[in-house]
């Protein structure tokens, strides 16, 4: 008889940690980190395009191919592979909302802060890179800026938003 009153004493309890539906701040805060990832992946259809293009690559390996053209190669692929990661950030990220996982919360924070570090590594290392050549190419600062303004808005709200642990809860 004990052990059925301490069943069911923890379903009440677990009842009353039951996940909630997604709404309010939340699901804007997720639609934007979606959007955000969807605008990255429908910007990489070029540079994509443009690293397998096999002449492009062939010429990228001659000893003769001056350097200005393998360091727009290396930022187009940091700038490949970061937005790479966005994506399928994302896409495991849907996947961890809609099993209402504990565990989004924590790995939205580690996504945002890699992007943070991929994009500021990738300008600072493109930029020694064009110093180191002597050519000035432009590097835009939007994917940094982007990123600065993802990670300072999308941590501190998945870190202590009372609506994410609500919902988000351990099972």
Partial sequence: MKELTSRSTRRGTQAGLAPQRIDGCLIVALICLTAWALATAM???DP?????????LAVFTWPQTHGWYRTVIAMTAFDVV???????GVGWFALLAWRRSARLPSHV???LGAILTM????????????HAIGVDIAIPF??????????ALG???FRASRRVRRIFVNR
Avoid at 142 to 151: C, K, S
């Fill in 109 to 111: 924070q580690v996504w």
């Fill in 82 to 88: 970061t937005g790479a990661f966005m994506v399928a």
């Fill in 48 to 56: 994509l395009k443009m690293l397998l293009e096999w002449e492009l």
């Fill in 119 to 130: 994009r500021i590594g990738a300008y600072l290392a493109s930029a020694y890179m064009t």
């Fill in 155 to 157: 941590i501190p709200y």
């Fill in 142 to 151: 939007d994917g940094p800026l982007q990123a600065i303004v993802a990670a």
């Fill in 43 to 45: 910007a990489l259809r």
